[in-house]
């Protein structure tokens, strides 16, 4: 395992839910999804009322999850890209996964599970000084106009 792969693994662990993207009739999604990092692949929980798992299920995805909302000074974010494959969890994995939500968009939650092994790993540390802060980087506390810059 590479030094991406090993501080990836030691990142996922610290938070439980990411982003799961791939296309589905050519159109890109992301849905949420739960994790677990087991061995060399990472389990994902995902509710099938979506449908995405459909389309996930031998298909190459990403899927990513940060620390962004955590309040931590320095933010890091990870992706992991792979071949997404239908699995039925062990005992153990489904112990490791605990209890899922009552509900996803008004839906008893209903659990599919799927095992990526990645092929490419990325992770991304945005590292602050003593005294700087991120509040409002996810751009929902910040005071005054938004400018945006545009080409002309």
Same mark, same amino acid.
């Given at each position: ?56 299920? $031998? ?5 990513? =999850?940060?620390?962004?909302?955590? %309040?931590? /000074? ?36 209903d659990a599919v599970y799927m ?9 991304h540390v945005l590292e602050y000084?003593? $005294?700087e802060t991120t509040a409002g980087? =996810?751009?929902?506390?910040?005071? %005054?106009? /938004? ?6």
């Open positions: 395992m590479s030094t991406d792969d090993l501080r990836a693994i030691e990142l996922l662990n610290r938070v439980r839910y990411g982003r799961v993207a791939t296309s589905m009739r050519a159109m890109p999604f992301v849905a949420p999804a739960r994790h677990l990092v087991m061995d060399d692949s990472v389990v994902l929980r995902m509710h099938r009322g979506m449908g995405y798992h459909r389309a996930c299920s $031998g298909s190459v995805v990403a899927y990513g =999850a940060d620390n962004f909302n955590t %309040g931590e /000074r320095d933010l890091w974010s990870v992706q992991l890209t792979g071949t997404a494959k239908m699995i039925t969890p062990t005992d153990h994995e489904l112990a490791l996964f605990g209890g899922g939500p009552h509900h996803v968009d008004g839906e008893p939650f095992s990526m092994t990645p092929q490419f790993t990325t992770v000084g003593a $005294g980087a =996810a751009g929902t506390t910040g005071s %005054g106009p /938004r400018h945006d810059q545009h080409a002309e």
